[in-house]
């Protein structure tokens, strides 16, 4: 009989247990209980820097030899597209190639409407994140925060060319030199981490910008 007892009294105990899980899911999993769930979703940090991440620098290039994640990456005054074929021209065409206008410029008048940075990387299986932060910098190249501005790029698996626009502020470019943060991220991790950051590039805001035809043509 008393064995009888113990073993309805540690029925009842798993019965309510489990009634417990059922009325009150909010209430903490067991340990090791693969079903828990964080109590505190994460969040973008403001900040990603201890100190100033040093990077490769994207200026200055060597024809044929690839730049970090990139097969070639130019500034540039604007972009025009191509596209590839396979044989005979437009018998069969795949996806649409970028090719930079003026490569090489990075001198640019406070009329300018956007700066761009045309690129091609490696095909990727899984989507990538290309994206690029811009801050203006004083006379001994210290950076002066805030960002003057952002741009970001997603890149479907398989794709090789794209751009980034950086594009003039509401109250128009402030004369001086710039410095722009490249950082490339795998889809759904936060875009301009210090972790994701490949390169850096520079230009410049003056009066007296490139003269046409005088661009560097690599």
Known sequence: MNRCLVLLREIGRVVMFGVLLAVAPGLPAPVGDTLARELMAPKEQAITEFEQTMTP??????????????VWIKMAKGYEVE?????????????????????????????TEAVYIVFEITAQEDPLQLSAQW?????????????VGRDALAAPAHERYGFLELKKPADGWKKGAYLVKVYVTPEGQQPFHAANQVGTMRFKITDQ???PGTSEQK
């Open 57 to 70: 620098s994207f200026d200055d290039q060597k024809r044929g030899v690839p730049q970090s994640f990139f």
């Open 83 to 111: 596209w590839d074929s396979f044989g005979r021209k437009g018998w069969y065409t795949q996806d649409p190639r970028i090719k930079p206008i003026e490569p090489g410029t990075t001198v640019f008048s406070p009329e």
């Open 135 to 147: 801050y203006l910098t004083d006379e001994t190249s210290n950076i002066l925060e805030p960002a």
């Open 209 to 211: 910008p490139s003269a």
